[in-house]
Every structure is written in C-alpha cells, then in structure tokens.
Nanobody
C-alpha cells in the first residue's frame, strides 16, 4: 500500500520560513520523481517543485530562489524548505509521487499572515 504523509505546515508571518516533510512508504522511493503541489483557496492545484528520480530539480517561477526541494532516499523522505514566505504562498501543500504508480498525500495547510 502506497502512503505519503506530509507534515510541517502551519501559520507563519510574512518573511518567515517553514519546512515541509513527506514520508513515503510502499514505493521504491529512489525511482520516483517526488513533487510538491499546492492549491490556494479558490484556485487550481499547481506544481511548486520537483525532485527528479534521476537527479535534478525544477521549480515554479513564483518560488524560485525562495523554496528548495530536497530528498533523502535512505529515509524515503522529501522536503520543501520555504523561505521568505509571502501571503500568496498560502495554500494546502500536497506531496506527490510519480513513477510506475502515482500517489498523493493528504495535504498540509500553510498560512502566511500577520
């Protein structure tokens, strides 16, 4: 059974930082591209960052220079370090695994507000 469990969301002031974690089980983690998506209130889900199975990363233009995706294949975990957070970063953040199978986490709320 594939399972992705996110953690680390919460309320943060503008300019602050958060780190999200996603622990995966039931997949050959190192063979999967791991993604972070987000869905702002009233908007469509969008890709934020990707950690490719073969190495390398991609970012949405809106988060380049502020967010960093990383992975620990030994721990089957992917992280999203978010710095210089803005109110427009407020969203539910979802972990996604893409490979032979595709799986989604349950989402974690990130709210950026003073």
């Amino acid at each position: 059974q594939v399972q992705l469990v996110e953690s680390g969301g919460g309320l943060v002031q503008p300019g602050g930082s958060l780190i999200l974690s996603c622990a995966a089980s039931g997949i050959a983690f190192r063979l999967y591209t791991m993604n972070w998506y987000r869905q702002p209130p009233g908007k469509q889900r969008e890709l934020v960052a990707a950690s490719l199975s073969g190495g390398g990363t991609n970012y949405a233009d809106s988060v380049k220079g502020r967010f960093t995706i990383s992975r620990d294949n030994a721990k089957n975990t992917v992280y999203l370090q978010m710095n210089s957070l803005k109110p427009e970063d407020t969203a539910v953040y979802y972990c996604n695994a893409k490979g032979i199978l595709q799986a989604w986490g349950q989402g974690t709320q990130v709210t950026v507000s003073s």
